[in-house]
Nanobody, 114 residues
C-alpha cells in the first residue's frame, strides 16, 4: 500500500490549500487517519486526526482554521487549510493506521509566504 499526497504549494498568508492523501490498494479496518507536519529543525508534530467513527482532534495551533475529512470509500483523507500563517510552513505527511499496519505518505511541501 502506498499513500500519495497532493495539494501542497506556495500560498500567501491568509490563503487556503487543500491537501489530499489517497491510498493505492485496499486497506481494511482503519483505526485512525491523520496529518502530521515537520518544519525545518523541528520534530514531526500531529496536525489533525480522524478516527473510524469520525472523531476528530486538532492541534491547538490549527484548531478553527484546518478541517480534516475522509472519503472512506476511496481510502482518502483530506486537510482543508484556511487562513494559513507563515508558521504553518512545513512538510505535511499523511498517516493511516490500523492494528497491524502504520502507513506514511512521502510528504508534500506547504510554504506560506508573501
Amino acid at each position: 500500500v502506498q499513500l500519495v499526497e497532493s495539494g501542497g504549494g506556495l500560498v500567501q498568508p491568509g490563503g487556503s490549500l487543500r491537501l489530499s492523501c489517497a491510498a493505492s490498494g485496499s486497506i481494511f479496518s482503519i483505526n485512525v487517519m491523520g496529518w502530521y507536519r515537520q518544519a525545518p529543525g523541528k520534530e514531526r508534530e500531529v496536525v489533525a486526526t480522524i478516527t473510524a467513527d469520525y472523531n476528530t482532534i486538532y492541534a491547538d495551533s490549527v484548531n478553527g482554521r484546518f478541517t480534516i475529512s475522509t472519503d472512506n470509500a476511496k481510502n482518502t483523507v483530506y486537510l482543508q487549510m484556511n487562513n494559513l500563517k507563515p508558521e504553518d510552513t512545513a512538510v505535511y505527511y499523511c498517516n493511516i493506521r490500523g492494528l497491524t499496519y502504520n502507513y506514511w505518505g512521502q510528504g508534500t511541501q506547504v510554504t506560506v509566504s508573501s
